[in-house]
């Protein structure tokens, strides 16, 4: 027997390496809920700073094994273990230790910091990304083709994108600076102060241009075919994380108001004794400065691509609409109630701007095309006045009956011919309030006249105070635009030369109804050219013999006059005829 192996070689012993021994030794009593819960809050702090993903919440099937395989050991040990015999504490009880000091508990303050940290540096890899990415690849002469885009649009894509980088890569390294020696007086409002004057510089030219950035990028992707087969292999890549280009650019967009926030709630959590209080709150409002300043630079700037559209869309406009201090408001449809403009009941359409009020008459689409108007298309609105806002000095509200709807007037008092002028109009546009829409022209009178009581400039009258008159507005116009055609149509009295040459091709016989249009000049040419066609045949019978300066010529004796059928001129005939 003395021959035999040692029992202590046979002896299944565990050797505990997995994550749950790096959990907290302090001993959970049963029926304790204060132990309980300080046991199970120091375990979950653990486990959220372990930065490996070896827990025991991914390794249940290695600890069924483990289990497994310690019942199988316990059923072949028949020995006893000499540890326990002599009363030594077991191995496998290490959990009973005291328990080893812990790192310095993470204020709230700090883990906002860590927050904004963590999020920036996300924000700065994301623009590495964008940059090393795409831009250097779309540039990139030595590839095969060349550069995949033009420079032009690729300054239209990517824009001030290389000056955010880097001003966002000072803030990261400023912020990591302060995290690696945290101290609960450190001033992280300062960090934001004294990049405020390059945020305002770098970020409104970039988020006013952001749409014409997505259009640049899908009409390139459209047209495009080696831009399109970049954007696929790129948005495969691991770092783009499958997003595609216009999804990593709107990230600037959206960064801004995600730090304001993120200061916000640093703010609630420092002390109002605190340096870092005061910091925050100015770093608050110098972001917000920046934010509106972009708002404020955007709606100018689609004001001014507003103001392009118009010019192109007006015939006459005058030069000095288009103008760097002008800025567009907005727009109403309305019907004239008076013929100062043109006509009663005319289309009009008022372009409000920052300075000026422009009048135009809406143009009816036409029903037909033209060989002329496909050549030459005609403008939707054709100018009639500009005023100028200084001029107006008086906004009137009709009041609201059954008959007067969304009516108001405008009198304004020109200073060249020093009297005043009234403009009367009924609003036509369904998205527009009569009321928002004279308090919006009120304020910008004002505006222009240096005026802070914007209210002294509306009145409310009665439509008969005005001798304003609604009724009846839309059928008048209508049947007077069809007289207007008509006319135009049958009217000889602007052209007779038009009408002497296209007479002296025409049949000799004309009823007496389609010349009485005709002056005694025109009359009398018309009757000399008739005359000499047919010296033969008798007119006693014409409808021309009572025409003035038309000779009558008596019948030949024995030969009855014969009836001839006369022709007769229609408004599409004369419109091919020129007149």
Known sequence: MEACADESMYLFQRVDNTPSSRLSTTPYLPGSRLGKRKWLKENLAQLANDADLDSP???????????????????????SDTSMVFGDTPKSCDILTPAQPQAAKVTARQQ?????????????????????????????????????????????????????????????????????????????????????????????????????????????????????????????????????????????????????????????????????????????????????HINEDKRKTDGQVVMFDIVNDIDNCPANLLSSHRNFVTRVDVVALSDILGGKGDHISLFLFSDSLEICKRRAKASFKSPATVKTPQKAYKHIEMCPLASIRRVVDITETEDCKNVFALICRNSAEGREKLYSFAITSEDVQKEEFLKTLCKSVANTVCKADYENLLAALDAEFLDIDTHNLYKPQALKRFGKRVSRAFSFNKTPKKLRRAISNMSPFVRENSMHHLTPNVRKDVGMRMATADSSESLQESPISGIAGTPSRPGIPGTPSRPRQIPVIDAEQASKMGF
């Not at 919440?57 to 020995?79: F, G, I, P, Q």
């Not at 993120?262 to 004794?273: E, G, M, P, Y």
Request: glycine share 2%; charged share 25%.
């Open 57 to 79: 919440l991914y390794r249940n099937k290695r600890h069924s094994s483990e289990h497994l395989l310690s019942m199988s050991a316990s059923l072949l040990d028949v020995t």
């Open 112 to 292: 906002v910091v860590m927050e904004l940290l963590q999020t920036e540096s996300n924000y700065v890899d994301i623009l590495h990304t964008v940059l090393t990415v795409f831009k250097e690849g779309i540039e990139d002469p030595n590839q095969r083709g060349g550069a995949l885009l033009s420079s032009t649009d690729v300054k239209h894509i990517f824009g001030t994108i290389p000056s955010i980088y880097q001003l966002h890569a000072k803030i990261r390294e400023d912020l990591t600076a302060i995290v690696n020696n945290w101290r609960e007086d450190h001033c992280v409002g300062e960090v934001i102060l004294k990049h405020a004057e390059e945020l305002v510089k770098a970020y409104p030219p970039f988020v006013n241009f952001f749409e014409k950035t997505k259009a640049t990028i899908d009409e390139c992707d459209r047209t495009n075919q080696r831009f399109h087969a970049f954007l696929m292999k790129c948005r495969s890549r691991p770092e783009c994380g499958r997003q595609t280009l216009s999804e990593l650019l709107i990230r600037p967009v959206q960064r801004l108001p995600s730090v304001v926030l993120l200061l916000s709630d640093l703010r609630k959590r420092t002390s109002k004794t605190s340096d870092d209080h005061t910091a925050l709150e100015k770093a608050i409002n110098a972001l917000n400065e920046v934010l509106t």
